[in-house]
């Protein structure tokens, strides 16, 4: 249990860190290390770990998604093709939606953030860990599941929003929409959790001195992210558990023929719905701050205009749902309302664009990879704004709804908005996770392939959208004359694909052979780069004391460091949520497999769910006995806890 | 409790967390901000499903549709027993933050057993709603709220029992106080979140 191996030596430092602090690192890690093995692997609540293999497994959707893409774009490449059927094509493109939505996008914000956050702040791990492994299993199954469906021929095919009636008892027949529905569960069980645990991280795991203006940018960015969660989440709850309930046991909440409403669902979808778009964003934005700040030189500009920002977009994104809805009977007062508000929206973002324009403009410029995907990220960007601007309004919307233009604006705005910068992150913090830096020539050939790729796949769809080409179409007839356009889309897409490859190599290779980083390799401010890379069990020995807002540039940043915790049973400080004095040590949880076994039988719950409806009563069993196994204290740890223990 | 050392000095000052107390009640306590978060997240569970109840109803003639609203006994019997349960909840919650162990096992059973005697009322208020499921829509709402909140009841009744068997054991340190204090936080939201439900379900088909 106890590791008595010394820290990992930093590696070769490629710049001196002037300000790193003067206290020796602790010998061992007692509590904090893991179980040897694969025993070990299997129970860790490391919040590395665990953020490490969750960013794994959303990028491995995210390539079987584009490869249910790169399928879509060979059948869409020349008129009247009979490569793939409507029917599967049907399940493609909702596979596709699904994927990037539910188990690329959101979680691998969420990944990041399990792996980055705690770090900023200098907490040791994550509050609650053992909810994170076990939020880890839930989505990793889920992701499965859609998957095994897809092979099997019952993929979901009713596009990602899943409308009632299509996705409905009447019209979708067999179980292709339970798959969906439990999709969803699965999901988002695992999206809410990891909401409460960053928000209780940022709360009340900040390292002492760090109070509320000191809060790095990406690190607000996942608080409001997580709150939208909170709050938006549910609503796709409830509403795949309703639709399996009409579809299970013949309930009537979509059915009109009983007094239910079809329009309910797009109502309660789109709640979530919209919110969902901006929290796959505004980690992108926190991304983008991030790096901007590192590569220009200096603090970022205007840091209190861009939290608020923030805190604005998480507000004003609950008001624009109905946008998505302009084509269906809702009020005109409504819909001239909802306008107004997708068009306010755009003033918080512009703001936050402005900061980062003056912080470049003042800065002293570094051109490295993850700042190259940044720049594409705003160009990116501001295409898909204008086309948003288009879409807010109600009589152009009517005109191009349900056509290539939309596909146009939304993959402008999330792979714009998120991809971009998320591929930057990925660049900035490969060093952090791995000790080792991606290699800078092939990153940019993976920007520029990725850059004229996504142009050249993305441009062409908002012209074949005005010329009427509707989204969802298995094949068109020659005569359209919308054969040119898709083939220049569709080399595009296979432009991306080889960008992809190129970065996956690049991973590869790096992970071996890249330079090492030591412990800061951008010289950037955050406190995640005081720190060891990759860094050690329990993250900070001992944890550090700070008292500016870029701890690591200002003279006296870092204010002091933390004693008397002990590393076993491992012992975190917690600090008051506004001004982070400390307040109270806390044992934290050790590793255990019990996430993973109550993970397999909360699957087991949500699978049989499918197919009868007593799977809710008896798999619940199951669930109760793994979680009080998880809960319930061994004799020995209760012990050791007694021995630390003061009372308040 | 002080805070030793001003994290805030122009050089490296050493914080000593030693004496710091292990654990915490209320809203220091990392334990409370988690359970209110999954309060957050089902509180808004209910508040949805709440307007599910309303748009169905906004889209009906008639309300309750072709049927007779719920029956008042039980549920109101329910509404009683919730909020006489709320004194031993507060005995238990006010006996763990003053390290009684004899107290919080006493209140720990009260609790359940008026856990269990609600949720056996509850049964019979599934006998006495003059709908199912899978009459109409207006059934299908019904269900889903009452149906939320007895699975917020029977989870709370279950946790509150593995945690009284818990202090009945050796297991037993001073965090397990902090950890009864909490249970009793969320068994006020369970109670709180039956106030509107009760109303929505009850009353309003009657008097709105």
């Known amino acids: ?648 | 409790m002080t805070a030793p050392v001003t994290p805030f000095a122009d050089r490296p000052a050493v914080i000593d967390a030693a004496p710091l107390p292990s654990f915490a009640f209320g809203h220091k306590s990392l334990m409370w901000w988690g359970t209110l978060g999954m309060m957050a997240i089902e509180g808004m569970a209910f508040a949805l499903a709440a307007v599910m109840y309303f748009y169905i109803w906004s889209r009906a003639r008639a309300w309750p549709p072709d049927v007779l609203p719920p029956e008042l006994r039980w549920g109101s019997l329910n509404l009683l027993i919730l909020l006489v349960s709320t004194i031993p909840n507060e005995y238990t919650k006010r006996a763990a933050e003053r390290f009684d162990l004899r107290g919080v096992r006493i209140g720990l059973v009260a609790c359940i057993l008026f856990g269990i005697a609600f949720i056996g009322v509850r049964a019979l208020e599934f006998t006495t709603l003059n709908v199912y499921w899978d009459t109409n829509a207006y059934g299908s709402a019904v269900y889903l709220l009452l149906g939320l909140h007895t699975v917020h009841l029977v989870t709370d009744v279950a946790d509150s029992v593995v945690l009284a068997v818990l202090m009945f054991t050796d297991r037993i340190e001073g965090s397990r106080f902090a950890d009864a204090s909490e249970n009793a936080m969320y068994w006020y939201f369970v109670v709180a979140a039956w106030l509107p439900i009760y109303a929505i379900l009850y009353l309003a088909p009657r008097w709105m």
């Open chain 1, 1 to 648: 249990m106890t590791a008595a191996s010394p820290p990992a030596a930093a590696g070769p430092v490629s710049r001196p860190h002037r300000r790193e602090p003067a206290f020796e690192l602790r010998q061992r890690y007692g509590g904090w290390a893991d179980k040897p093995g694969f025993l070990g692997a299997l129970s860790t609540v490391d919040h590395k770990r665990i953020g490490r293999r969750f960013i794994v497994s959303a990028f491995a959707f995210f390539v079987l998604g584009g490869i249910l893409a790169a399928l879509m774009r060979l059948q869409l490449a020349r008129p009247d093709s009979a490569l793939i059927g409507p029917d599967l094509y049907n399940q493609l493109f909702t596979t596709h939606g699904t994927t990037m939505m539910f188990l690329f996008a959101v979680p691998i914000m969420q990944a990041m953030a399990v792996y980055i956050v705690p770090l900023m702040v200098g907490a040791r791990n994550i509050a609650f860990p053992r909810l994170a492994a076990y939020a880890y299993w839930i989505y990793l199954f889920g992701g499965v599941m859609l998957y095994a469906a897809l092979v099997l021929d019952v993929g979901p095919d009713a596009g990602w929003f899943s409308y009632t009636p299509l996705a409905g008892p009447e019209y979708g027949v067999g179980k292709r929409s339970d798959f969906w529905a439990q999709l969803i569960t699965f999901t988002e069980v695992s999206g809410l959790v990891v909401s409460v645990q960053l928000i209780v991280t940022i709360f009340k795991l900040r390292a002492p001195g760090m109070v509320l203006t000191r809060i790095p940018l990406l690190v607000w960015t996942m608080l409001v992210t997580s709150f939208m969660i909170i709050f938006a989440m549910p609503a796709v709850m409830v509403a795949s558990t309703s639709l399996i309930l009409d579809r299970l046991v013949g309930t009537h909440f979509f059915n009109p023929a009983e007094g239910g409403d079809a329009l309910l669902w797009q109502h309660l979808f789109w709640f979530f719905g919209h919110p969902e778009v901006y929290f796959i964003f505004l980690p992108g934005l926190g991304f983008v701050s991030t790096i901007v700040g590192t590569f220009a030189r200096r603090p970022v500009f205007g840091y209190v205009a861009i939290v608020l920002s923030l805190i604005a977009t998480g507000f004003f994104a609950f008001g624009l749902w109905v946008h998505h809805m302009f084509a269906t009977n809702v009020p005109e007062l409504g819909k001239s309302f909802f306008t107004a508000a997708s068009m306010v929206i755009a003033i918080p973002t512009a703001t936050q664009i402005f900061c980062w324009i003056a912080t470049l403009w003042t800065g002293r410029i570094v051109w490295r990879t993850p700042l190259l995907f940044i720049v594409g990220f705003f160009l990116i960007l501001v295409l898909g704004g204008l086309t948003g601007i288009m879409l807010a309004a109600v009589p152009l919307d009517l005109q191009i709804h349900d056509t290539f233009f939309v596909v146009a604006h939304l993959h402008y705005v999330l792979i714009g908005g998120a991809v971009f910068p998320l591929f930057g992150a990925f660049y900035y913090w490969f060093p952090k996770f791995t000790g080792r830096l991606l290699d800078e020539r092939l990153g940019r050939w993976n920007f520029w392939l990725f850059f004229i790729g996504f142009n050249v796949a993305f441009f062409p769809m908002h012209i074949l959208g005005l010329q009427g080409m509707p989204r969802r179409i298995y094949t068109y007839a020659a005569d359209t004359g919308w054969g040119p356009l898709n083939l220049i889309s569709s080399l595009g897409a296979f432009t991306i694909a080889l960008s992809v490859l190129l970065f996956i190599v690049n991973v590869a290779w790096s992970a071996k052979r890249g330079l090492q980083a030591g412990r800061d390799p951008w010289g950037a401010s955050t406190l995640e780069w005081a720190t060891d890379s990759p860094p050690p069990p329990g993250n900070f020995h001992p944890p550090l004391a700070v008292a500016g807002r870029e701890p690591l540039w200002e003279e006296g940043g870092i204010a002091g460091r933390v004693d008397g915790l002990h590393d076993d049973p491992p012992e975190l400080l917690v600090t008051s949520l506004l001004d982070a004095t400390p307040q109270h040590r806390i044992v934290f949880p050790t590793p255990t497999i019990w996430p993973l076994v109550a993970a397999i039988a909360t699957t087991v719950l949500f699978i049989g769910s499918i197919f009868t409806p007593w799977a809710i009563v008896w798999g619940s069993i199951p669930v109760a006995i793994t979680l009080i196994g998880w809960f319930w204290p061994s004799k020995d740890e209760t012990l050791k806890h007694r021995k630390v223990e003061v009372k308040p």
